[in-house]
Structures are given as structure tokens and as C-alpha cells.
Nanobody
Framework: QVQLVESGGGLAQAGGSLRLSCAAS????????MAWYRQAPGKQRDLVAV???????NYADSVKGRFTISRDDAKNTVYLQMNSLKPEDTGVYYC?????????????WGQGTQVTVSS
């Protein structure tokens, strides 16, 4: 099994910054993609950013130029640096990791961390 522990959420003012972290642990042989999703109240969970094992990144249009996703493979950790925050960035942020255990790739989700941006 894979366990994901998220941290770094909280309250920020518009224009401020927050940094999210998500550490994966367990019998992991390899981590493929790592991503962050966001779920605003009453809305579906949407992809915010993803980073592949090769370091390629992709972002939702709404966060391009403001958010940066990165990963530390030595620590099995993915980060999301969020700058120039807006009230519409408010939501629960979920870490998603596609990890291989005994060669089988499966998706795993973190428990979610609340981000609230006040205007």
C-alpha cells in the first residue's frame, strides 16, 4: 500500500503565497506521475498541475504563471508552490500519485488539505 501525507494548507490573503507538500511512503518501487487536484465547494475535483517522472509539467490555465509543481524523488515528495493567490483558488487540494508496487501502477490519493484565500 501507499500512504500520502499532505501538509501546507491554510489561510492566505489574496496576493499571498502557500506551499503544499505531499510525501508518499510504502512499498513503492517507482513513482510515475505526481499531481495536485482542487475541489471547490459544490464543484468537481479538477486537475491543477501534474509532473511526470521525467520532469515534464502541465498546468490548468487558471494557475499558469502563478503555481509551480516540483518533485523530490529521493523523498518521494511532490510540492505545489502557489503564488499570487486569488479567492477562486480556495478549495481542498488533493495530492495524487501514480505509484508502482511490485511493478503494478495504481493511483493513490491524499486526504486533502484546505486552502482558503481571503479577498
Amino acid at each position: 500500500q501507499v500512504q500520502l501525507v499532505e501538509s501546507g494548507g491554510g489561510l492566505a490573503q489574496a496576493g499571498g503565497s502557500l506551499r503544499l507538500s505531499c510525501a508518499a511512503s510504502g512499498s513503492i518501487s517507482r513513482i510515475d506521475s505526481m499531481a495536485w487536484y482542487r475541489q471547490a465547494p459544490g464543484k468537481q475535483r479538477d486537475l491543477v498541475a501534474v509532473i511526470t517522472s521525467g520532469g515534464s509539467t502541465n498546468y490548468a490555465d487558471s494557475v499558469k504563471g502563478r503555481f509551480t509543481i516540483s518533485r523530490d524523488d529521493a523523498k518521494n515528495t511532490v510540492y505545489l508552490q502557489m503564488n499570487s493567490l486569488k479567492p477562486e483558488d480556495t478549495g481542498v487540494y488533493y495530492c495524487n500519485v501514480r505509484a508502482r508496487i511490485r511493478g503494478v501502477p495504481l493511483p493513490y490519493w491524499g486526504q486533502g488539505t484546505q486552502v482558503t484565500v481571503s479577498s
